[in-house]
């Protein structure tokens, strides 16, 4: 086992090795031809708090915690017209943890990973430009991040024309997802393989942007293929065959995980992350998704800055599914079930408006979006997601630091998801009184769209925590509501070291006579309890 435990080691240190020296190489060989930049950003942070807000203790969790994530981009410029980019990232890494390195002899696994891949070239005597490869996606979007796909490393290929100075088109097909289904089975001693079958996702879309004077416009459309095992992995599937013979594969409980999220989360009807993905299967082999956006930016009257943008999503679904409804139990003790239909649609408006100062930018903020309306059998009325990126806060969001190290003091910021809430909030930021040194203040009132009645059928009162086991969150009905509170500093030490003192705070305004009728984890007692979040949390940022 040590003899083992050397070679793998002596293996992966060859490896490091042999690239860095054939990096080295290229770099000399080819250096009339190619002009090699390196950018990096790295980052240390110590964060204490508690960011969920139900459980009377902490559920197992550490309040302080230590991590660190190093990232380095490396670009290959042949001309102005072909270049390519690859960019690692080393970690997340928790200090102390083995299994990422962390603990010591600093020697885990799966630690280092490819971010972006890609090359970017111009077709020979015209103006389109082509990127092909993983690549980071944010759809054209105003007022508070995209809350349709916002920040995704995405494999695909994006072309872009500039018509005229004002007017340009960009279309794009991406793959999220393929080629992730296992799914193998023995009928009358013959093994059937079904691994791989319609368990693609792929996206298509347009973007018009027009850019005018102190004016921004850019409508866009996305049309998105979902295969019907694109959202199973098919570990521990059943084969399940009709009177005609005709078999069908139940794999629900077996849902893929993106680094990016959850999508059976944020593209079904699935409350509470605890439904089926279709328990009476469906013969469509695709459901049809469709997301269209219209951001708009106005600044011609600066110092006044004003964002609007307005989201719709629709996602098919594949049919009829199994709930249950744990307020009403039968003679048994066990809940009454109900079918449920899998199709969801929503939409989304965002806003904010803000008017530049010698001292800060003071601004206001707001969104509303729609809700479920308690009936399961129509699917769910809140706005689908590929991957969200609310930025209006910065605990319950990604504004403020780029990257929020330790989940013990915060929330997941890659997917706060404003589908199913509304709110409204101030701020000032970038408040700046010495040299160096800036603060951004928010207040949010945080409120929910969703019917008080869908609260019975979550298996659990925690599933509304956004730092739970869906990336959706927080789910809000109509009968509660957050208080947030953040103040984010921000001291610039030397051109290239930065280091960020971040506090937020979560008035925590649930109505307990709603959540109670949720299931514990507990043999079905009520363990809900309401508490407020809170963290405090240091970044070190050095970037090059």
């Known amino acids: 086992m040590k003899e083992h435990t050397l070679f793998s080691r002596m293996k992966k240190g060859c490896m490091v090795l042999m690239l860095a020296a054939g990096m080295l190489l290229g770099a000399t060989s080819g250096?009339?031809?190619?002009d090699f930049k390196a950018k990096g950003q790295w980052q240390i942070a110590f964060g204490v708090g508690n960011a969920q807000l139900n459980g009377a203790r902490n559920q197992g969790r550490d309040l302080f915690g230590a991590m660190q994530r190093f990232r380095i981009q490396l670009d290959a410029i042949a001309s102005e017209n072909l270049s390519g980019r690859v960019w690692f990232e080393i970690g997340t890494q928790d200090w102390g943890n083995g299994n990422n390195g962390g603990a010591l002899g600093a020697d885990g696994n799966n630690v280092i990973k490819v971010k972006n891949a890609f090359i970017d070239w111009l077709v020979p005597e015209t103006d389109l430009k082509i990127r092909m490869g993983i690549q980071n996606v944010y759809l054209p979007n105003a007022a508070g991040g995209s809350n349709v796909f916002g920040n995704g490393d995405v494999a695909g290929i994006t072309a872009s024309y500039q018509f005229t100075d004002e007017v340009g088109l960009t279309a794009f097909w991406y793959r999220p997802a393929n080629d992730n289904f296992a799914n193998s089975?023995?009928?009358?001693?013959?093994?059937?393989n079904n691994s791989n079958y319609l368990d693609n996702i792929?996206?298509?879309g347009v973007a018009v942007p027009v850019t005018l004077d102190g004016f921004e416009i850019t409508p866009w459309v996305l049309y998105g293929m979902l295969g019907r095992n694109a959202l199973k992995t098919g570990d521990g599937r059943k084969a399940v065959w009709d009177e005609?013979?005709?078999v069908r594969f139940e794999n629900q409980r077996n849902r893929l995980t993106t680094a990016d999220g959850h999508l059976w989360s944020s593209l079904l009807a699935n409350p509470g992350n605890r439904w089926q993905l279709g328990d009476f299967g469906s013969d469509r082999a695709y459901s049809s998704?469709?997301?269209?956006?219209?951001?708009?930016?106005?600044t011609a009257w600066d110092p006044l800055n004003i964002e609007f943008d307005v989201n719709y999503g629709y996602v098919e679904g594949f049919g009829k599914t199994t709930v249950n409804n744990?307020?009403?139990?039968?003679?048994n003790g066990n809940p009454l079930t109900k079918r449920a239909e899998t199709k969801r649609e929503g939409w989304l408006i965002k806003a904010l408006v803000e008017y530049k100062m010698d001292w800060g930018v003071p601004g206001i903020f707001g969104w509303y979006a729609s809700g479920d309306d308690g009936d399961v059998k129509n699917g769910s009325e809140r706005m689908p997601s590929l991957k969200s990126?609310?930025?209006?806060?910065?605990?319950?969001g990604a504004a403020g630091t780029d990257w929020y190290g330790t989940s013990k003091g915060s929330f997941n910021e890659k997917h706060t998801n404003y589908a199913g809430t509304w709110g409204i909030g101030l701020q000032v930021r970038d408040m700046s009184f010495l040299e160096d040194l800036k603060h951004t203040f928010r207040v949010a009132l945080w409120g929910g769209t969703n019917d008080p009645s869908m609260v019975k059928y979550f298996e659990s009162a925690k599933d509304w925590n956004i730092e739970g086991d869906g990336y959706e969150g927080p789910y809000l009905t109509t009968n509660d509501n957050l208080i947030e509170f953040n103040l984010d500093n921000t001291y610039k030490i030397y051109e290239n070291l930065a280091v960020n003192l971040d506090f937020g705070y979560i008035v925590n305004c649930m109505d307990q006579g709603t959540w109670k009728h949720s299931r514990s984890w507990a043999g079905g007692r009520d363990n809900f309890s309401q508490r407020d979040a809170w963290k405090v949390q240091m970044t070190f940022n050095y970037t090059f």
Do not use: Q, W
């Open 389 to 396: 990126n609310g930025r209006f806060t910065s605990f319950m």
């Open 326 to 331: 744990y307020k009403f139990r039968d003679a």
């Open 31 to 34: 250096a009339e031809a190619i």
């Open 185 to 192: 089975y023995s009928r009358n001693g013959v093994e059937r």
């Open 202 to 204: 792929d996206l298509f």
């Open 289 to 298: 998704m469709f997301f269209a956006g219209l951001p708009i930016k106005v």
């Open 244 to 246: 005609n013979g005709n």
